[in-house]
């Protein structure tokens, strides 16, 4: 290998579900790195509806087109599974200020405890209103959620 950094990135979350606003941040995040790390981590503050494993097998299905990404589990901090795998820098999707607020400061703490730098990218404007917990609430109910879910062949 040349001198050339290896870039690694992480893009960590609970992704219950995994949604389109998910797929995008990874579709336009995925050229910045030579090797991104979608990481299934567990929560104690959300609602989770599927375990780690099964979130692990619906993301890979949806990811299986970029060669440079790989899904992984994780328990614990993030700058650990960034540790595990040499990444340098974390990747998140930020929707509105409120998100901007919360990602800025889990982010300086990232940075101090770890030296890791973190990547914003704001959601695509059709994204904006789509989170996680909204879709988990549409499926409850017993809503049709496919057009907030990535499909297997995009």
Same mark, same amino acid.
């Given at each position: ?23 995008? =941040? ?5 050229? #910045? &790195? ?8 567990? /929560? ?23 060669? %440079? ?7 614990? #901090? ?7 795998? /040499? ?17 800025? %400061?889990?982010?300086?703490? /990232? ?9 914003? &990218? &704001?959601? #695509?404007?059709?994204? *904006?209103?789509?989170?996680?917990? =909204? ?6 109910? *017993?809503?049709?959620?496919? %057009? ?7």
């Amino acid at each position: 290998m040349s001198n050339k950094e290896v870039r690694i990135g992480v893009f960590p979350g609970s992704f219950n579900p995994f949604t389109i606003g998910h797929y995008s =941040i990874v579709e336009r995040s995925v050229g #910045l &790195f030579d090797k991104l790390y979608v990481a299934v981590g567990y /929560n104690t503050d959300k609602d989770i509806t599927a375990t780690i494993d099964e979130r692990v097998e619906a993301i890979k299905k949806s990811l299986y087109r970029f060669n %440079n990404v790989e899904v992984v589990a994780y328990t614990g #901090l993030t700058v650990d599974v960034c540790r595990a795998v /040499n990444a340098r820098y974390i990747v998140r999707g930020i929707r509105s200020v409120a998100d901007f607020e919360y990602e800025r %400061n889990i982010a300086d703490i /990232n940075r101090k405890i770890s030296g890791l730098e973190t990547i914003l &990218f &704001f959601s #695509l404007p059709e994204h *904006g209103a789509v989170s996680s917990s =909204i879709v988990r609430e549409l499926e409850r109910f *017993g809503a049709d959620i496919t %057009n907030f879910l990535p499909s297997d062949k995009q």
